[in-house]
């Protein structure tokens, strides 16, 4: 447990629990809040009868005579019938980082606070919707899970999975050196014996997740869920400050670089926008949805912004 308790360092169960209140003005999902409990608010990809009309389109073999558009049928000389969106429970998992790459920020907070906020704030928004809400914290070597449930005790561990992992953090903290790969691979490998079909998939981490992650292991979850890509970052990821010659010391590594230098600010840019340009890339080849998070900001009002349409300015 961390000596000191910053909130701009260390999240809080006091802070994840506060998310809360954001929930219900935060347009995750299309569907209004409705009252009923027994059934979750997310549109299904797959189409049957239901209560949201989709479409008209030519009768085929096998359709429901009962949904036959007499009005177009009689107008066109041809048979038509209407098509409809299916309701079916969406159980919404949030696969979170907290990692020492994490334990960093030069804004608001520390990127490992901004992804605890994060994922608590999704998952109190899935089950102001009464859906099932699960997930899992995940760090190099290391994945803690929450299946599924449409209870506020699955959300509660969760919350406290998240704060476990984020007090974990220490400076100078790193992972293992023999272990170079990608900590988020692992924990899409082990989400594949948990996630079931027609979920909706949160994945947050840091935004250099993008240079070790195996693509091959989201394609089948992506195939079979709704996902939302969230990669984290700071300003400084971005770009170097001003400052002259800086000590970086990682283990028993050190390197000295000069942040003045033309030639090094240039490449530390051009290895972000790299990443960037993968991220976006790969969110177009899954067709699915991007949502960076800044460290300048909260989470609430990123997400809220971004998914109405207004996005914060890009960081540069």
């Given at each position: 447990?961390?000596?000191?308790?910053?909130?701009?360092?260390?999240?809080?169960?006091?802070a994840?629990?506060?998310?809360?209140?954001?929930?219900?003005?935060?347009?995750?999902?299309?569907?209004?809040?409705?009252?009923?409990?027994?059934?979750?608010?997310?549109?299904?990809?797959?189409?049957?009868?239901?209560?949201?009309?989709?479409?008209?389109?030519?009768?085929q073999?096998?359709?429901?005579?009962?949904?036959?558009?007499?009005?177009?049928?009689?107008?066109?000389?041809?048979?038509?019938?209407?098509?409809?969106n299916?309701?079916?429970?969406?159980?919404?998992?949030?696969?979170?980082?907290?990692?020492?790459r994490?334990?960093?920020?030069?804004?608001?907070?520390?990127k490992?606070?901004?992804?605890?906020?994060?994922?608590?704030?999704?998952?109190?928004?899935?089950?102001?919707?009464?859906?099932?809400?699960?997930?899992?914290?995940?760090?190099?070597?290391?994945?803690?899970?929450?299946?599924?449930?449409?209870?506020?005790?699955?959300?509660?561990?969760?919350?406290?999975?998240?704060?476990?992992?984020n007090?974990?953090?220490?400076?100078?903290?790193?992972?293992?050196?023999?272990?170079?790969?990608?900590?988020?691979?692992?924990?899409?490998?082990?989400?594949?014996?948990?996630?079931?079909?027609?979920s909706?998939?949160?994945?947050?981490?840091?935004?250099?997740?993008i240079?070790?992650?195996?693509q091959?292991?989201?394609?089948?979850?992506?195939?079979?869920?709704?996902?939302?890509?969230?990669?984290?970052?700071?300003?400084?990821?971005?770009?170097?400050?001003?400052?002259?010659?800086?000590?970086?010391?990682?283990?028993e590594?050190?390197?000295?670089?000069?942040?003045?230098?033309?030639?090094?600010?240039?490449?530390?840019?051009?290895?972000?926008?790299?990443?960037?340009?993968?991220?976006?890339?790969?969110?177009?080849?899954?067709?699915?949805?991007?949502?960076?998070?800044?460290?300048?900001?909260?989470a609430?009002?990123?997400?809220?912004?971004?998914l109405?349409?207004?996005?914060?300015?890009?960081?540069?």
């Open positions: 447990m961390p000596a000191s308790l910053d909130p701009a360092i260390y999240t809080s169960l006091e994840l629990l506060a998310t809360r209140r954001h929930c219900n003005k935060l347009p995750l999902f299309n569907r209004p809040v409705r009252n009923g409990r027994q059934s979750g608010q997310q549109s299904s990809r797959l189409r049957g009868r239901g209560v949201d009309f989709d479409q008209v389109r030519a009768y073999p096998g359709d429901d005579i009962r949904n036959i558009d007499w009005r177009v049928t009689a107008r066109t000389q041809k048979v038509h019938t209407k098509v409809f299916e309701e079916r429970e969406r159980p919404v998992f949030v696969i979170s980082e907290q990692s020492p994490l334990f960093f920020g030069s804004q608001r907070c520390f490992s606070v901004l992804a605890a906020e994060t994922s608590a704030l999704i998952a109190w928004t899935a089950l102001s919707h009464h859906d099932r809400v699960g997930g899992m914290v995940y760090s190099p070597g290391s994945c803690h899970e929450v299946r599924p449930r449409r209870d506020r005790k699955a959300l509660l561990q969760l919350l406290h999975l998240l704060i476990q992992a007090h974990q953090l220490q400076p100078g903290l790193q992972a293992d050196p023999d272990d170079e790969s990608e900590p988020l691979n692992l924990a899409l490998r082990h989400s594949r014996e948990i996630i079931r079909p027609g909706i998939l949160y994945i947050i981490c840091d935004h250099s997740a240079d070790g992650l195996n091959s292991l989201l394609v089948p979850l992506a195939g079979h869920n709704d996902m939302v890509l969230l990669p984290v970052l700071d300003p400084l990821d971005s770009s170097l400050p001003l400052f002259g010659p800086l000590d970086f010391v990682q283990g590594e050190r390197i000295t670089i000069n942040t003045l230098e033309p030639g090094v600010r240039e490449a530390y840019a051009e290895q972000f926008q790299q990443q960037q340009q993968s991220w976006l890339r790969l969110a177009r080849r899954l067709r699915c949805s991007l949502i960076p998070l800044d460290t300048r900001f909260a609430h009002e990123q997400m809220r912004d971004t109405s349409g207004h996005p914060r300015g890009e960081t540069k």
